[in-house]
């Protein structure tokens, strides 16, 4: 008995369903072949490793590549900084972006952005109580000398405020990554 093969071409052109496509057992060994051939090249020889990823922050990909540049420019402003301090910097800023886009902020840099959403989120609700300027002017007057208070009022203000933007800028962040799925795999230095 002999078998009939049919191909797509074969299927008559007026609708009717021809009968189902049928390989013989040596079609299907070199289909087989060919394809474990072609994987065989295409694979592990043909596969390039492009970029490393060193963390996620949720579904997002921190490569190895932007860590390193981030890493030599954080060097330049605090030389000697650890690999681990650099990462966790660099998902805190991506973090306060991602927060940033959120409230549509936009800006030419994302320094610029991320300086717009600290000043929104948390710069504007700080404000520092003369009685506190006062008290920090009498702890610290050996530094001040003779200068009157009404003198240096606005450099103390400015860092009373300033110290006060670092402490809840802090506890932002924390709650960010609280909310963030993170997973760190840098690699050792």
């Given at each position: 008995?002999?078998?009939?093969y049919?191909?797509a071409s074969?299927?008559?052109?007026?609708g009717r369903?021809?009968?189902?496509?049928?390989y013989?057992p040596?079609?299907?060994?070199?289909?087989?072949?060919?394809?474990?051939?072609?994987a065989?090249v295409?694979?592990?020889?043909?596969?390039?490793?492009?970029?490393r990823?060193?963390?996620?922050?949720?579904?997002e990909?921190i490569?190895?590549a932007?860590?390193?540049?981030?890493?030599?420019?954080?060097?330049?402003?605090?030389?000697?900084?650890?690999?681990?301090?650099?990462?966790n910097?660099l998902?805190?800023?991506r973090l306060?972006?991602?927060a940033?886009?959120r409230?549509?902020?936009?800006?030419?840099?994302?320094?610029e952005?991320?300086q717009?959403?600290?000043?929104i989120?948390?710069?504007?609700?700080?404000?520092?109580?003369?009685e506190?300027?006062?008290?920090?002017?009498?702890?610290n007057r050996?530094?001040f000398?003779?200068t009157p208070?009404?003198?240096?009022?606005?450099?103390?203000?400015?860092?009373?405020?300033?110290?006060?933007v670092n402490?809840?800028?802090r506890k932002h962040?924390?709650?960010?990554?609280?909310?963030?799925y993170?997973?760190?795999?840098?690699?050792?230095?």
């Amino acid at each position: 008995m002999q078998e009939r093969y049919t191909s797509a071409s074969d299927t008559p052109s007026d609708g009717r369903v021809s009968q189902p496509v049928r390989y013989t057992p040596a079609v299907l060994l070199a289909l087989t072949l060919l394809l474990t051939l072609t994987a065989a090249v295409l694979g592990p020889a043909g596969a390039e490793v492009i970029d490393r990823v060193v963390a996620f922050i949720d579904d997002e990909a921190i490569t190895l590549a932007d860590f390193e540049q981030y890493m030599s420019s954080a060097e330049k402003l605090t030389p000697g900084i650890s690999r681990e301090t650099a990462i966790n910097a660099l998902i805190n800023r991506r973090l306060l972006l991602r927060a940033a886009k959120r409230i549509r902020l936009r800006g030419k840099t994302d320094d610029e952005i991320i300086q717009e959403y600290v000043d929104i989120k948390v710069r504007v609700f700080i404000k520092i109580p003369p009685e506190e300027i006062e008290r920090f002017y009498n702890e610290n007057r050996d530094r001040f000398g003779e200068t009157p208070v009404g003198d240096v009022w606005d450099d103390i203000e400015r860092l009373l405020r300033e110290r006060e933007v670092n402490r809840r800028l802090r506890k932002h962040i924390e709650r960010l990554r609280e909310e963030a799925y993170i997973k760190i795999n840098l690699p050792p230095s």
